[in-house]
């Protein structure tokens, strides 16, 4: 491709995101419209397309990015550091979302610690900010490398004393390990891996034996304490293995005996990330070309028809991510960036998709953003008109969206309200090309 960028691809990741965003921030969640809904078990909705369209999206880029560095001369070791650093930020980044935003602080602990907590947080993202900013082309020139150096240092820093304070007031015995940062951040690793160090054929190899490995242990071995095997939620054995290793305490809140991110369903979500390794690898070889559209279309019938097949025997199932649904969502996803590829790179109809290319370009960022706005606006306590208490969140919903539309209605309608609140918030940077990254 000439190391040109894959504009399709930003727009398609701008949807996904824009998506996420929307499924994650109703109004209320007791008035939802079923399709802005997951799946209660079997079964799939548009919003249990949204987060296998990320990790596809990742693996997308996988062979992009990393087959441009090293095309450049960067060696294995390298690129195996700045892989191992980024998987870790990513990583922390979700454990951090998962604690914000009162970190577990023990009952008894005074309030001015836990203000002291957020001034050091406000010091750390702006000194992230910052650091990103002095990362643009613009900014790489000697001058500015001592300044990059000094808020890299002032991050760290500030993360020691935030651990330094956890390990005496914090208490993270309820901290859930698992979350959707976390399994991007082990698909990412594992993805980047397989790509660096085999070849094509032994990818293909390995995603497949993912996949029918994955299924025999869901549907073949017997589940302890229950004697059989079985894809119930708490009888499966990806929730038995969750709870051996990290106990119930450490699970997703709402269930506590089993994880929609749970470690062993991390197993087929890397096979979700190897169709977009070889989806990007196939756009690299094609280049911009209608055999490469051609290519995503095709590829993408078979998928979806073969994850349709397989539902029938290994039931398609976001909370689980079974094989049956890598397929089917990897062959929508391909369907998807078809699209996008046919219209943006080929057709050259990118005017209108210019929203979703400002989402695509600082998806980790805006994405984070709004895990924090969300709960920080739920966590501000106001007064509605009887002198009641309760959070911004709440009185946005009720006194601006419930006046005038029904309650599903209203639901859906602050959902958009957030996601143009996080674009605007999201387009300044993108006018000023300042993007964030890990």
């Not at 990583?91 to 979302?97: A, D, E, I, P």
């Not at 073969?306 to 969502?329: C, E, Q």
Request: proline share 4%; hydrophobic share 50%; with cysteine.
């Amino acid at each position: 491709m000439n190391n040109q960028r894959l504009v399709s691809l930003d727009i398609f990741r701008g949807i996904t995101i824009a998506g996420m965003i929307l499924v994650n921030n109703p109004g209320t969640w007791s008035e939802v419209y079923p399709p802005l809904l997951h799946a209660e078990w079997h079964g799939c909705t548009p919003t249990d397309w949204v987060f296998p369209f990320f990790l596809f999206i990742m693996g997308v880029a996988v062979p992009l990015a990393l087959g441009r560095r090293k095309d450049q001369g960067a060696s294995n070791s390298i690129l195996i550091q700045k892989l191992i650093t980024r998987t870790l930020i990513i990583f922390g980044l979700g454990l951090f979302l998962a604690a914000f935003p009162d970190f577990g602080f023990k009952a008894d602990e005074p309030a001015t610690l836990k203000k002291i907590l957020y001034v050091i947080l406000a010091l750390v993202m702006l000194a992230v900010f910052g650091r990103g900013i002095l990362q643009q082309k613009r900014y790489q020139s000697a001058p500015y490398d001592r300044q990059r150096k000094i808020l890299g240092y002032s991050v760290l820093a500030a993360i020691v004393l935030m651990v330094i304070l956890g390990f005496s007031h914090y208490d993270l015995s309820q901290l859930r390990i698992p979350g959707v940062l976390q399994r991007i951040a082990l698909v990412y690793f594992f993805c980047s891996l397989i790509f660096l160090y085999t070849n094509q054929r032994t990818q293909y190899i390995i995603t497949i034996a993912l996949l029918i490995g994955y299924w025999g242990l869901m549907t073949l071995v017997p589940v302890p304490g229950y004697g059989v095997p079985s894809l119930d939620p708490e009888a499966n054995i990806g929730a038995w293995f969750d709870r051996l290793l990290l106990g119930t305490q450490h699970l997703w809140s709402q269930s506590k005996t089993w994880d929609p991110e749970g470690l062993l369903s991390t197993i087929p979500a890397i096979g979700t990330g190897m169709l977009g390794v070889f989806t990007g690898s196939w756009l690299l070889k094609k280049e911009r070309s209608y055999e490469a559209v051609t290519g995503l279309f095709v590829a993408g019938v078979i998928l979806t028809a073969l994850g349709l097949v397989w539902d029938v025997a290994f039931p398609i199932n976001k909370k689980l991510w079974t094989s049956s649904y890598v397929l089917y969502t990897g062959g929508l996803a391909l369907l998807f960036l078809g699209i996008c590829y046919w219209a943006i790179d080929l057709k050259g109809w990118s005017s209108r998709s210019k929203p979703f290319q400002v989402f695509g370009m600082n998806a980790l960022f805006v994405y984070v953003l709004s895990g924090l706005v969300s709960k920080l606006m739920y966590m501000i306590p106001v007064s509605n008109a009887g002198n009641e208490s309760m959070s911004l969140g709440s009185w946005i919903y009720q006194n601006f969206y419930l006046q005038f539309l029904n309650a599903k209605a209203a639901s859906l309608a602050f959902a958009i309200g957030f996601v143009l609140m996080m674009y605007l918030a999201n387009l300044l940077l993108f006018r000023k090309k300042i993007y964030i990254k890990v």
